[in-house]
């Protein structure tokens, strides 16, 4: 069973940066996809990052330029630069199986930027 652990989340001023960081354990199968979403306060769970363990990026519109995902097999991290107010969300890290679509969440972190 896949569990994911984040961290990194916190305030800062608008146009600072922070980098979360997510550490998958359990069995992870090897074709997948790790990234992170975003939820603020009345608003639906949005893609913010995703990578696929080919190394295939995708990233929403909103936060092209600014955030940077990386990864290995066990681990993704965003690194959210020129942040702006309309960051502030709960970022939750995923994990999800290529061939069954079958994923898990974790727990979220939040982010509140400040202007």
């Known amino acids: 069973q896949v569990q994911l652990v984040e961290s990194g989340g916190g305030l800062v001023q608008a146009g600072g940066s922070l980098r979360l960081s997510c550490i998958a354990s359990?069995?992870?199968?090897?074709?997948?996809?790790m990234g992170w979403y975003r939820q603020a306060p009345g608003n639906q769970r949005e893609l913010v990052a995703s990578?696929?363990?080919?190394?295939l990026t995708n990233y929403a519109d909103a936060v092209k330029g600014r955030f940077t995902i990386s990864r290995d097999d066990r681990s993704v991290h965003l690194q959210m630069d020129n942040l702006a107010p309309e960051d502030t969300a709960v970022y939750y890290c995923?994990?999800?199986?290529?061939?069954?679509?079958?994923?898990?969440w974790g727990q979220g972190t939040p982010v509140t930027v400040s202007s």
């Open positions: 990578m696929t363990s080919g190394g």
């Open positions: 359990g069995y992870l199968f090897e074709y997948n996809v």
């Open positions: 995923s994990w999800t199986r290529v061939d069954t679509g079958v994923g898990v």
